[in-house]
């Protein structure tokens, strides 16, 4: 299903698609991020999959078409090489909440954060 519009709301940092039918799914810039398709957060088999934590303030930097069947984008913490297909992000929008959830549970899991770890200068 092909989105027939998609909005990037800046100031919140969600992807907003809306559909012919009516759907309208809006995606944190941190959902995306975390879901990414990239082998570097995917892997090439589902045991490779690398857990992202610490991308609660990461937001979408750009969008850039590819073709007629995916969008790649580029978010702020540098990471550009997910193309996500309108496939992916139909899964993505219909399957948020559970999604979400599931990614909550592998962070505590693992005793990682939503937050993003600094680093003190001078220590």
Known sequence: M????????QVSGVLELCYE?????????????????SAEVQGH???QAVLQHG???VK???LVTQGHYAIRIEFSDGHDSGIFSWQYLNELGANHPQKW?????????AGKS????FIAIGQ
Request: aromatic residues 8%; charged residues 30%; glycine residues 2%.
């Open 55 to 57: 991308k609660k303030m």
């Open 60 to 62: 979408i930097a750009d």
């Open 45 to 47: 088999s589902a045991d």
């Open 21 to 37: 039918d009516g759907t309208q799914y809006k995606l944190p810039a941190e959902y995306l991020r975390v879901y990414s398709p």
């Open 101 to 109: 959830a599931e990614y909550l549970q592998r962070l505590e899991q």
């Open 114 to 117: 939503r937050e993003p770890q």
């Open 2 to 9: 092909i989105p027939t519009d998609v909005k990037l709301h």
